[in-house]
């Protein structure tokens, strides 16, 4: 099956620096690509669509100056946290669609804490 | 709008006993539907799926059946297995173009020995 990597898989930082996850698709090309959060015990909130060669749409209510999302490439999309707070702490995961296919294949997600 | 209403859990089985997850979606026209299962400490997986009224997605022992007339796609299982210990869950995706995925809030399932 596709698969979707990320990369780190979790990262502590001190408050007020910024922090890069990569998301990658390994097998497949991936024009858009997904970004959501995830709170403890809570569902995935979708923060942005990441389109290659263009810029990202956000979700309401989600600070495109915070989150800054660049999809390199058809294989590659990174959000960078911006002036990291410990309330940005979560669990990020991405996910990509396969063309052809409806579903949508994520990566296993990445871990941040903000200390 | 469209969402995605799931019971909520955690829901706590004991080996080989009988699993149903309750969901119900609201959405204009006609959704695809999904499971999704997230073990501890990992992304999503996708479970089973289903794009048309009355279709029965399958994998792993698990089903689900789109149910037009009561907007549901609940999911279960036969017999459950500690392995089958996790949070799934059901989502769909909107049918005006694109992939954006709503999600449930997601249940929890515990699976004793």
């Known amino acids: 099956g596709a698969v979707v990597s990320q990369h780190p898989s979790r990262v502590i930082c001190k408050s007020g620096t910024s922090v890069k996850i990569e998301c990658r698709s390994l097998?497949?090309?991936?024009?858009?690509m997904f970004w959501y959060r995830q709170f403890p015990k809570q569902s995935l909130m979708l923060m942005a669509t990441s389109n290659e060669g263009s810029k990202a749409t956000y979700e309401q209510g989600v600070e495109k100056d915070k989150f800054l999302i660049n999809h390199a490439s058809l294989t590659l999309s990174t959000l960078t946290v911006t002036s990291a707070h410990p309330e940005d702490s979560s669990f990020y995961i991405c996910?990509?669609?396969?063309?052809?296919?409806?579903?949508?294949?994520f990566g296993p997600g990445t871990r941040l804490l903000v200390l | 709008g469209n969402s995605v209403t799931q019971m909520e859990g955690p829901v706590t089985l004991s080996e080989e006993a009988f699993l149903t997850i309750n969901c119900t979606y609201t959405?204009?026209?006609?959704?695809?539907l999904f499971w999704y299962v997230q073990y501890p400490g990992e992304g999503l997986q996708l479970l089973l799926k289903?794009?048309?009224?009355?279709d029965k997605g399958s994998n792993k022992g698990f089903e689900a059946t789109y149910r037009k007339e009561t907007t549901s796609f609940h999911l279960e299982k036969g017999s459950v297995q500690v392995s089958d210990s996790a949070v799934y869950f059901c989502a769909l995706i909107r049918n005006t173009g694109g992939f954006k995925t709503i999600f449930g809030a997601g249940t929890r399932l515990f699976v004793k020995a």
């Open positions: 097998d497949f090309q991936a024009t858009t």
């Open positions: 289903a794009t048309k009224a009355d």
């Open positions: 996910s990509a669609p396969r063309t052809g296919e409806e579903t949508q294949y």
């Open positions: 959405a204009t026209g006609y959704p695809s």
